[in-house]
């Protein structure tokens, strides 16, 4: 499908499912190779984490742990400024590698509010993957380790991201048609 509706929005096709699967298996390679000798937890970010982090794990050659946070910092389509953390860590992550997990990156705030709240916690060490990065809007100088797509200053569904709680269940991703701001 190239074009798809959602609610009152028509999206079209950025990126296959193919081509997300053959870039997280690189993902993975990366990591595979740069934390086999790490005692390892990897923190996603929900909801829109859920997909990417299924698939990356799968593909993990080294023993590791997964849990969970969920923050929000979009309503509708707008970035909002305010970033809650909705649901805590209950796992021990002092000496440990932390891989934050994130399905998208836009200007860098979220992320870097989610580093100072893990810092607390005092890993040894903590880095970020994401799958999609909007590169022209981001602000932070904030390292991002591995990166899927860099991808336009467009509004995605599908693979884990939602319009209004819809689209998360496709398996391709879909930008927002000009216009239909």
Known sequence: MSEIVIADKRFSLLLTSEKIQQQIELIAELMNDDLKNHEVIFIGVLNGVFMFAADLLKRIQFNAQISFVKVSSYQGMESGAKIKRLIGIDEELKGKTVIILEDIIDTGRTIEDIIEQIRGYRPEQIRVAVLLLKHEIYK??????????????????????????????????????EGEL
Do not use: Q
């Open 140 to 177: 932070s100088n904030l390292t991002i380790d591995y990166v899927g797509f860099r991808i336009p200053n467009r509004f995605v569904v599908g693979y884990g991201l939602d319009y209004l709680g819809y689209g998360r269940n496709l398996r391709n991703i879909y930008a927002l048609e």
